[in-house]
């Protein structure tokens, strides 16, 4: 889908919302929402459009949507004062940035991961554009198949910060590579926090445990290694490149055939998995209270789909149970026959008790709200 750039550009001069701007763009939007499939009860809207590459999303302190624009290389704000569950308006807050990805609030900042830095920017409840340029707090690797980074606070107040492989399959040398580490919030003292993780895109924090999606390798076939789920720990090592999980437990992985079936021993199993390449990308735990109680505290994962399956697998939003790991569809409907609609990438509570969904596909976010 292709959008026209200035015309977008002045209408978010003039405050509008960008999907106001582009009726045909509008018009696709809607066609795709409307063969949107949710549970009984709840209904999918279009929130917003136009975008180029939208992926993660992070919710202000006093309720602003902020959203990182991969392709477009800014970090946008979607303000809803008015409490009516559309935008207000499309502002940049930041642009001229590399590949931005992950966002987080924490103290008096936005923390922002590209594809090469963790940048911090001063903030104030209400900012819609920075008031100054960023602090880069952390240099992270580049290169490769991986560029996504993601950023999170734990609360310990410390950062929490994935960055996935340079390659399908293989032994890295740079240690920040299919891992995730802690820094103190400026970004000093960093250390390996879990390692063994391919391409941990999301990453979510519930009763003081951090969760992680991760993407598995490739050429092995349609139906393996699946995508999987992991509880991370302090020094845990979950497989990366010598194991995957398949049916609860670590498998030797002897097409790479590296070290021995013995490593695996000391590898954690996923507590969660979904169809192999489904790419499982941002991740969230539901923390409003619109919704009925069976989903409240479940973690929702946004499925990217899949680009090398001979059936096409993922494209829609899952809901995991973090207990049991059981995994159930939420929105479906993104793929026509074998062809992909759209490709859900990131996932995010909003303050009224709705999930929005980014679509970097379609550049367009949606809204999944329960009851009138």
Known sequence: MIFNF????????????????????????????????VPAGFKVSLY?????????????????LFVSDQG????????DRNKDGKPDSQQTFADGLNQPHGLAFHGDFLYVATTDAVLRFAYRSGDLKATGGPSKLVDLPTGGG??????????DNRMYVASGSSCNV??????????????????????????????????AWKDGVLYASNNGRDN????????????????????????????????????????????CQNATA????????SAPLGINFYSGKAFPAGYQGMLFAALHGSWNRSQRSG???????????????????????????????GVVSAPDGSLLITDDQTGSIYRVSYGN
Not at 170 to 195: H, I, M, T
């Open 72 to 79: 477009a290389g800014r970090v946008y704000v979607f303000p």
């Open 315 to 345: 494209d829609k939003v899952v809901m995991i149970d973090p207990q049991s790991g059981k995994v159930s569809d939420f929105v479906t409907g993104f793929l026509d026959g074998q062809t992909s609609r759209g490709r859900p990438a």
């Open 48 to 64: 917003t459009g136009g975008l180029k590459n939208p992926r993660l999303m992070a919710v202000a302190p006093n309720g602003d």
């Open 270 to 277: 996923a507590f969660a998995t979904v169809t192999a390449h």
């Open 146 to 155: 991986h560029s996504t980074r993601t950023v999170v606070f734990g609360p």
């Open 170 to 203: 293989c032994e890295e040398s740079d240690p920040k590579r299919a891992s995730v580490w802690v820094y103190d919030a400026d970004g000093k003292n960093g250390q390996l926090f879990s390692s063994g993780l391919r391409n941990a895109v999301g990453l």
């Open 6 to 37: 200035t015309r977008s550009r002045a209408c978010t001069l003039l405050g509008l919302a960008l999907l106001s701007c582009s009726p045909a763009a509008q018009a696709a939007d809607d066609s795709l929402v409307s063969s949107l499939k």
């Open 220 to 263: 092995l076939g349609d139906n393996i290694p699946p995508e999987s789920f992991y509880r991370l720990k302090a020094g845990g090592f979950y497989g990366w490149p010598y194991c995957y999980t398949l049916n609860g437990t670590q498998v030797y992985d002897k097409d790479f055939g590296r070290k021995t079936a013995a490593t």
